[in-house]
């Protein structure tokens, strides 16, 4: 469960971001490129601060019906 939220959290910024670099200013680009590294360096690493987010949040915990 908690992929799938980093997963779609991790989608909505990208897709937010570029709709703010069309509407506002290309520097919304920026957040797309942090967002893409940061998938990047948690692919290497295994460290995502938003799991440490929904570990505390207690999110992901409960088990499936």
């Known amino acids: 469960m908690k992929e799938r939220i980093v ?3 991790a ?4 897709l937010t971001s570029v709709v703010l670099a069309y509407l506002v200013s290309y ?4 957040l797309t490129a942090f ?3 940061n998938l990047l360096q948690s692919s290497f690493t295994r460290f ?3 799991e440490i987010i ?3 949040a ?8």
């Open 7 to 9: 997963r779609a959290v």
């Open 11 to 14: 989608g909505t910024l990208v």
């Open 27 to 30: 520097y919304w680009l920026a």
């Open 35 to 37: 967002v893409g590294l």
């Open 48 to 50: 995502c601060p938003l």
């Open 54 to 56: 929904l570990d505390k």
């Open 58 to 65: 207690g999110i992901g915990k409960q088990k499936p019906c």
